[in-house]
């Protein structure tokens, strides 16, 4: 299987797209990554150490003129909400705490799916749901794109 380097192009960059990449959440963060060319060739793409691709990127693969876009695929996860915003707070620090990848916005939480956690949550008084939905955790305070 060849291997092709591939660069993220600056936001804001206007290219033609020659394919999409649907990637969960790990995938998003790995550097060595899978991909079937337009001719059906499964191919590996080999990113920059660090980098953390976000939906909407795109990446450029100069040795084959491609031009890929990525996308949040779907995966399970755990949506966590409450009844009042400090519960919520109040599991996000606890999750923090475990250094758990976390979604976070002004309503719910989410995390990847596992028993234990989601056990402890209900035991908080939050509501955990399962779900298929794009994942995006924060990336780290220190981390630029």
Not at 115 to 125: I, K, Q, T, W
Request: charge should be negative; glycine fraction near 4%.
């Amino acid at each position: 299987m060849a291997t092709y380097a591939a660069v993220l192009l600056e936001r804001g960059t206007s290219a033609p797209v020659t394919g999409t990449l649907a990637l969960t959440a790990e995938e998003r963060r790995k550097r060595l990554l899978s991909w079937q060319d337009p001719q059906g060739e499964q191919v590996y793409l080999e990113l920059p150490r660090g980098l953390h691709l976000q939906d909407e990127d795109l990446l450029h693969v100069p040795a084959r003129h491609w031009v890929l876009q990525v996308t949040a695929r779907p995966e399970p996860v755990l949506t966590v909400t409450a009844c009042h915003p400090l519960l919520l707070l109040r599991a996000a620090y606890h999750l923090g705490n475990r250094h758990v990848p976390l979604q976070l916005s002004e309503q719910w939480l989410r995390l990847a799916p596992d028993p234990v956690l989601a056990d402890m949550l209900r035991e908080m008084g939050l509501s955990v749901i399962e779900e298929t939905a794009p994942f995006y955790p924060e990336t780290g305070a220190y981390h630029h794109h």
